[in-house]
């Protein structure tokens, strides 16, 4: 039998989401700490080894301080494989909806002009500064595929990602669309699956949250929504949401002006 | 005896967040007791400037992984009581299942896999199963538990989605609650053996001094997280809507996250707080948890928190079984969210979440957007509180071996169960 792989699970700045959605896998969480050797978790253990050589990080969170930046080139220094778990690590989540507003504007209306003791840089994703091998997003990650990149990684396999939209997932599920029936912005066309379209299953419009699928036709959404009277305003307000770096930076905000 | 000690926790381990711990006695004297905060800051009440009222408690949910349920609904509250909406007796049920299932989800988390590890001398949930394996299976069950309850009713154990300004998306099923009943029945039992191992366990008393505390008073007369008053333990009474006065908030150069004061005085908000205020309203198997692990009340002791949640974990289950009740009593039609008309208004919303009294107050335009924002979490409210508990025990402890007092201010630091994502969503405050 090969060794136990050596891992460690990091949080930047976040809500802690993702981790606690590998704390949610009740059933097979010792399992996990059976076949991992889990060498440094803050969240979940104290005495945590912080210099051995890691088989795989796996990193939650966006770098939003010039100390979450040096962690994660830590963190990319001693591990082989990274994995971006998480839209805040992938995409730059909800943190990153307003980076055109510069952090010094900021900081003063939190904390006054007398202040400054905070350290604020511009929030982005894990991969805008260090090589991932591998990005799973979900806000939260969704535990299933967690387990099932986990398991790839433990036969020694590079797990195969999902690229169908919601809306896809939306269709075999046989929901009523929201769009065409209630006219509602629903992100599902343009966000990557994982969820099994949660939200139009519960008669929510999809919010995004996973982050946009690969080759997204920006123009074709915003015609359908546009011929149900929703201005771009508020398509764009909805898309920023979770993946704005993704949206504004690469097209949505040219393609619909 | 002039000694000079330094002792610095530079990472507190088994907490939500990034958060330390600073202490220096120099000549025998404290000098520096600091619960450092440095997770990095994300503006929450900027990034929701603009916009609308349905898109808010999806953003501010991301406040935090563990109590996004409570940031949740707490956020549509504030924008119901702005747009003046009146929900329905099952929204008003399901909410409550929703914010049960998150009480017995982050207290079997706190109390089996952060907690019972440091009284049991172990690093971790992960390590401490190797030798307490059913104790450890006991508490991922229940915390798996209260997922299902959020999986169920919110449509996602984290950041939930079903629940929307008005109502819900969609209503669970008869079936799908009947058979949650039944897995609340089995975790009744299971809570018993979690109150069992905690009341044989004695919490050690470092001279802690009385103190302020507060939490909501409930709106009938039964134990609840829900209420339209806040009361502070010097006697006073005041509307949710006057919550500033309360948590006064300032600055401080050690943390991203700011302090609350309340009269200039820290206060402690959580579990320990509302079982000092409204203990009197527990029944059932809770009141007998209540009277087995508190024989004086009220506590002044953090360390009593981990009591605390652990009859809160009874309680929060056998309502939960309740509410059930009621839910098969109305009846099972499908019911849409209440229809309301925005105008430019103000909220504010408040909930007693797992760590304590959270408050959400928003500013709205005619067109429904937000135009202002403040969200003030429990953990920001009880840091100040942890500094002052940690100052006590090191003035008893100051003496004694260096580890033993790291230890013990780690476990009065963890007792709060801080949540540090939560703290340092960076408050925005305008004093008017």
Redesign the interface.
């Known amino acids: 039998m090969t060794k136990k792989p050596k891992i460690g699970i990091f949080g930047l700045t976040s809500c802690a989401g993702d981790q606690l959605a590998i704390l949610n896998c009740e059933d097979e969480l010792l399992t996990i700490a059976d076949a991992f050797d889990i060498l440094d978790w803050e969240m979940a253990k104290t005495n945590n080894d912080k210099v051995t050589e890691l088989d795989i990080a796996f990193v939650e969170g966006v770098v939003a301080q010039t100390r979450d930046l040096e962690a994660l080139q830590a963190i990319r220094k001693r591990s082989k494989l990274l994995v971006a778990i998480g839209t805040c690590a992938v995409w730059g989540g909800v943190a990153a909806m307003k980076n055109q507003i510069p952090r010094e504007i900021l900081k003063k209306e939190v904390y006054g002009e007398e202040i400054n003791v905070v350290d604020s840089v511009e929030a982005l994703p894990v991969r805008s500064f260090v090589k991932t091998d591998i990005l799973l997003p979900g806000c939260p990650i969704e535990k299933e595929q967690f387990l099932q990149i986990a398991a790839s990684l433990l036969h020694g396999d590079l797990p195969e990602l999902l690229n169908f939209s919601v809306c896809s997932e939306c269709k075999m599920r046989e929901n009523a669309c929201l769009v065409v029936e209630k006219g509602e912005i629903c992100c599902g066309a343009l966000t990557v699956s994982g969820c099994n379209a949660r939200c139009p299953s519960h008669n929510i419009p999809c919010g995004g949250c996973h982050g946009p699928i690969e080759e997204v036709h920006y123009d074709a959404n915003y015609t359908m929504f546009a011929q149900r009277g929703i201005t771009k305003e508020e398509i764009q307000t909805k898309m920023s949401n979770f993946a704005a770096p993704a949206w504004m930076g690469q097209k949505l905000l040219s393609e619909i002006k | 005896m002039d000694k000079d000690r330094k002792i610095v926790v530079p990472?507190l381990?088994?907490?939500?967040?990034?958060g330390g711990i600073d202490v220096e006695i120099e000549k025998g004297d404290i000098s520096k007791v600091n619960m450092e905060i440095?997770?990095?800051?994300?503006?929450?009440?900027?990034?929701i400037i603009?916009?609308?009222y349905s898109?808010i408690s999806?953003?501010v949910s991301?406040?935090?992984?563990?109590c996004?349920a409570g940031h949740t609904l707490t956020s549509q509250m504030a924008t119901e009581n702005a747009f003046q909406i009146k929900i329905t007796q099952r929204t008003e049920f399901l909410r409550g299942l929703l914010l049960h299932g998150e009480a017995i989800e982050s207290h079997a988390?706190h109390l089996g896999?952060l907690v019972l590890?440091d009284l049991l001398g172990y690093?971790?949930?992960?390590?401490m199963?190797k030798d307490y394996p059913k104790e450890?299976?006991i508490a991922?069950?229940l915390?798996?538990l209260g997922?299902k309850i959020q999986e169920l009713i919110g449509?996602?154990?984290?950041?939930p989605?079903?629940a929307?300004v008005g109502g819900?998306?969609?209503c669970p099923s008869k079936t799908q609650l009947e058979q949650l009943k039944i897995e609340l029945q089995k975790g009744l039992e299971m809570s018993d053996a979690i109150v069992d191992l905690f009341s044989k366990i004695k919490l050690p008393d470092f001279n802690f001094k009385e103190g302020i505390y507060s939490a909501l008073l409930p709106k009938e007369e039964r134990y609840s997280y829900l209420g339209d008053y806040i009361y502070t333990s010097d006697g006073i009474t005041r509307p949710i809507s006057e919550f500033r006065k309360v948590c006064h908030e300032k600055?401080?150069?050690h943390?991203?996250a700011?302090q609350s004061l309340y009269n200039n005085q820290p206060f402690m908000v959580g579990a320990l707080a509302r079982i000092n205020i409204n203990h009197k309203y527990l029944t059932g198997k809770a009141k007998e948890a209540l009277d087995k692990l508190f024989p004086i009340l009220p506590s002044h002791n953090p360390l009593h928190i981990n009591y605390a949640q652990a009859v809160e974990l009874v309680h929060s289950i056998e309502r939960s079984i309740q509410l059930i009740k009621f839910l098969f009593e109305i009846g099972f039609e499908h019911e849409e969210p209440v229809q309301f008309e925005v105008f430019a208004s103000k909220g504010v919303g408040a909930i007693e979440v797992p760590r304590g009294t959270l408050y959400h107050y928003y500013e709205f335009n005619d067109k429904g957007e937000v135009v202002e924002a403040d969200i003030i979490t429990p953990t920001a409210q009880n840091l100040a509180n942890v500094e002052k508990n940690m100052r006590e025990a090191v003035k008893t402890l100051m003496q004694g071996p260096l580890n033993t007092l790291q230890s013990s201010l780690?476990n009065i630091a963890r007792a709060y169960d801080p949540c540090i994502?939560c703290a340092t969503h960076?408050?925005?405050i305008k004093f008017k």
Do not use: M, Q, W
């Open positions: 990472h381990g088994r907490v939500e967040g990034h440095f997770e990095g800051s994300r503006f929450y009440e900027v990034l603009g916009k609308k898109e999806s953003i991301r406040v935090c992984g563990i996004s988390l896999c590890p690093d971790g949930p992960l390590s199963a450890v299976t991922l069950n915390k798996k997922n449509g996602r154990a984290i950041h989605i079903n929307v819900f998306g969609k600055v401080v150069a943390s991203t700011k780690e994502s960076l408050v925005r």
